[in-house]
């Protein structure tokens, strides 16, 4: 009974403050209620807009045209792209773009598609992938010194990722292609054990046991 008073006594002293601010009240409810709504219906879009765009993704994989070109490979994920940007699966359609036209030695093409894709998604969890593709595009097309670099930053930027292990193992391929057996095998030591590398540390580890028989292994490697 004590409680019950208490809470009239409350409505009572609390009931002309209501009155009196009952259109800020109403405005602020409704507006509190609009923004509700369209959080709501943003997130609710932006999740089917990504279930789309996977859907879209795959039914394109299984649509390509018997031996497409690799221009019509790249132009159709890059339609995709375009389509569904801000999702997930419009990364994957840009690099597989990218990846489509490296794979038909078109390296320059490639790398610009790599290096765009980093410059507007570098928070992306495919920026690792973008970047060593950069690399590898660089190393491909013979610009050792710049696809050096380009691994490189794989291994700082994202450096417990599967990326920087092939990087380092690149590194080392790249160092070893300059006459930098030093800095190559130390590259191939690191990839050699890690517990994770698989065939990739046995390769690291056959290029090492190559490098000890060459002559020049035990000469301060020289500059590029």
Do not use: C
């Not at 159709?76 to 597989?96: H, V």
């Not at 291994?155 to 990087?167: D, G, T």
């Amino acid at each position: 009974m004590e409680s019950q008073d208490v809470s009239t006594e409350v409505l009572i002293k609390f009931w002309p403050w209501l009155e009196a601010n009952r259109k800020r009240l109403i405005i602020v409810g409704t507006g509190a209620a609009v923004v509700l709504l369209v959080w709501y219906f943003y997130t609710t879009r932006r999740e089917q807009k990504a279930v789309d765009a996977g859907v879209a993704y795959t039914q394109l994989q299984l649509s390509l045209p018997a031996n497409p070109t690799p221009q019509q490979v790249a132009d159709a994920f890059l339609k995709l792209a375009g389509q569904y940007a801000g999702t997930l699966a419009a990364d994957r359609a840009q690099l597989q773009a990218a990846a489509a036209l490296f794979e038909a030695g078109r390296y320059a093409d490639a790398q610009v598609l790599f290096q765009k894709f980093l410059n507007t998604n570098d928070g992306s969890p495919l920026a690792a992938a973008a970047q060593l593709g950069e690399a590898a595009s660089l190393e491909a097309a013979g610009k050792l010194a710049d696809a050096a670099t380009a691994y490189l930053a794989v291994v700082k930027s994202h450096p417990e990722s599967n990326e920087a292990l092939s990087a380092k193992f690149a590194l080392g391929r790249v160092l070893e292609a300059q006459g930098q057996l030093t800095e190559a095998t130390s590259y191939y030591q690191e990839v050699a054990r890690a517990p994770l590398a698989g065939t990739l540390g046995s390769e690291a580890g056959l290029r090492l046991s190559q490098i000890s028989a060459h002559p020049a292994a035990s000469k301060p490697a020289g500059k590029s």
